[in-house]
C-alpha cells in the first residue's frame, strides 16, 4: 500500500505565496505521473498542474504562470509553488500519483493514489 501525505496549506492573503508538499511513501516501486487537483465548495474536482517523472508539466490555464509544479523523484515528493494567489485560488488541494507497486510478490502498475487534502484559504 501507498500513502500520499500533504502538508503547506493555510490562510494567506492575496497576492501572497504558499508552497504545498506531497510525500508518497510504502510499497513504491517507482512513482509515475504525479499531479495536484483543487476542489472548491460546490464545485467539481479540477486538474491544476501535473509532472511525469522525466519532469513534463501541464497546468490549467487559470494558474499558468502563477503556479510552479516540480518534484524530487529521489524523495518521492510532489510540490506546488503557488504564486500571486487570488481568493478564487480557495479551495482543498489533493496530491495524486500514479505508482508501480511491489507487495507481497505482487507488481501492480500505475495504481492511483490520492492525497487526505490540504485547504488552501486566499482572503481578499
Known amino acids: 500500500q501507498v500513502q500520499l501525505v500533504e502538508s503547506g496549506g493555510g490562510l494567506m492573503q492575496a497576492g501572497g505565496s504558499l508552497r504545498l508538499s506531497c510525500a508518497a511513501s510504502?510499497?513504491?516501486?517507482?512513482?509515475?505521473?504525479m499531479g495536484w487537483y483543487r476542489q472548491a465548495p460546490g464545485k467539481q474536482r479540477e486538474m491544476i498542474a501535473t509532472i511525469t517523472s522525466s519532469g513534463s508539466t501541464t497546468y490549467a490555464d487559470s494558474v499558468k504562470g502563477r503556479f510552479t509544479i516540480s518534484r524530487d523523484n529521489a524523495k518521492n515528493t510532489v510540490y506546488l509553488q503557488m504564486n500571486s494567489l487570488k481568493p478564487e485560488d480557495t479551495a482543498v488541494y489533493y496530491c495524486?500519483?500514479?505508482?508501480?507497486?511491489?507487495?507481497?510478490?505482487?507488481?501492480?502498475?500505475?495504481?492511483?493514489?490520492w492525497g487526505q487534502g490540504t485547504q488552501v484559504t486566499v482572503s481578499s
Open positions: 495524486n500519483a500514479a505508482v508501480d507497486e511491489y507487495y507481497s510478490g505482487i507488481f501492480s502498475r500505475n495504481t492511483n493514489y
Open positions: 510504502g510499497s513504491i516501486f517507482s512513482v509515475n505521473a
